[in-house]
Each structure stands twice: as structure tokens, then as C-alpha cells.
């Protein structure tokens, strides 16, 4: 193959992942007439949360114990998403940070990974800890529950971020 038509669908590539990355990005945090996440009230992403924790309690019958370590993971993972978040604003104002200027600010980009690698190293332990603590308290029906739930969608998302079948 011709240089100039590798280094024309290389470039293709690459401009078409840049898009879908960014269209991604847009997508979960919400566009005009299309909240994401990030733009919803506390007490609404409260209540998505509290109805989230129901609905898995209830399809693997835990009892009050489980419940209760249930609770301990969602709230360890809130403080970790929390201290992953950053500054107000959250991701979005970051990155828009990073590409206002004539140039991207790699400094400001490292700093941000430096951060966000020490909440996770800070963070990290004590959600590992929850969920293996809820994980283990499960009885054997209902980690294998678990495991089918992540096979069938393969994984909380399903493949490649759209939602699986509801079983």
C-alpha cells in the first residue's frame, strides 16, 4: 500500500476516535435538552442511588447484614467517585481547562493525573475492602447471581457502554 494512503487512513482513524471520544464524553455528561449524570440534583442522584441499592437487594435477597455491607460499598464508592471528581465543575470543566488556551496545557493535564492517581491510591484500599466484605457475606447462590449478572452484560454496562438485555 502507498505511504500517503496508510497515512490517510491513519489519520481518519485517528480524527474518528478523537470524535467518538468526545461525542462519548458529551454524551455522558449530558447535552441541551439531554441531562447527563453530572447535571442532576443531589437529591435526585440520591434517590437514583437509594432505588439502584432496592432493586439489587431485592434480585439477590440479601438480608439485613448484606444490606447493610451493600450500603457501606455504595457509600465508599460515592466518597471515591467524589474524591475522583475534582475540582466543581467536575471532568468537563477540566478538560475544557486543558484546551482553552492556543495549546493543550500538558502541566495542568499532569497535575490532574498526579491528583486523580492519588485519590484512587488513597481511595483504593477501603473500596476494595467493601466489596469484598459485601462479596463475601454473599451466600454461594448468590455470588454466582453476581457473576452471571456480569457475564450475561458483560459487565455493569454491557459491552462497549450500552445497556444489556433486563433480565
Do not use: C
Not at 8 to 36: D, H
Not at 109 to 118: C, E, P, Y
Amino acid at each position: 500500500m502507498k505511504v500517503w494512503i496508510q497515512r490517510t487512513l491513519a489519520g481518519v482513524l485517528g480524527a474518528s476516535v478523537l470524535l467518538g471520544g468526545l461525542s462519548a464524553f458529551a454524551a455522558a455528561n449530558g447535552e441541551p435538552g439531554r441531562p447527563g449524570w453530572g447535571q442532576h440534583s443531589p437529591e435526585e442522584r440520591a434517590a437514583h442511588q437509594a432505588k439502584m441499592l432496592e432493586r439489587i437487594a431485592s434480585r439477590l435477597q440479601l438480608d439485613a447484614a448484606q444490606k447493610a455491607k451493600l450500603d457501606t460499598l455504595a457509600a465508599t464508592m460515592k466518597a471515591q467517585r467524589e474524591a475522583m471528581g475534582g475540582a466543581a465543575g467536575g471532568p468537563r470543566a477540566e478538560l475544557q481547562s486543558l484546551i482553552s488556551g492556543n495549546s493543550f496545557d500538558r502541566n495542568r493535564a499532569q497535575v490532574l493525573l498526579q491528583q486523580k492517581t492519588q485519590a484512587l491510591q488513597t481511595s483504593g484500599p477501603q473500596l476494595i475492602n467493601a466489596m469484598g466484605d459485601f462479596y463475601d457475606s454473599l451466600r454461594p447462590e448468590q455470588q454466582q447471581q453476581v457473576r452471571d449478572f456480569l457475564n450475561r452484560r458483560g459487565g455493569p454496562r454491557g459491552h462497549h457502554g450500552e445497556r444489556g438485555p433486563r433480565s
